[in-house]
């Protein structure tokens, strides 16, 4: 009686991690689809442009800090989140553009740079280096100290 009792449990157990795991792999198979989706607009939609960095700072989205029809087209999810947010300077105008984590470190203050802009999307900064980039340029600034 007592062993029929957690049989059943584990099956239903079993049957229930089951079904998540089928819909977290649906799941994510359509947040990739949508991924591409949307690299795929970036890519055509990309513009480059020269910038200079006034003001940099993270945080989650407050009404004012992009404009309204952008806010009302984000979803609720995503106004959750924290955000990087670039105040600059484009041409004669100062507006509020959005990056990710790596090229928002990257981005020095109160300099002009050259950036690949899709909409408020930073997608690139040329001069970017990469962390191997990185560390060659450190190996090679040691050698030639010891020299």
Known sequence: MFGTWIIDFLLIAMAVVGIGVVAFYMFSKWSYKKMGEHQELIERTRQSATIFVIDKSRGRLKPGVLPKAVTDQMPRSAKLLKMNFIKAKVGP?????????????????????KVEVSGIYISS?????????????KKNKKEKEKK
Do not use: F, H
């Not at 990710?100 to 981005?107: G, H, P």
């Open 93 to 113: 105008q100062i507006v509020t553009l959005v990056c990710d984590n790596n090229i928002y470190k990257a981005i020095p203050l109160k300099k002009n740079i």
């Open 125 to 137: 900064m040329q001069g970017l280096k990469t962390k191997e980039e990185i560390k060659a340029m």
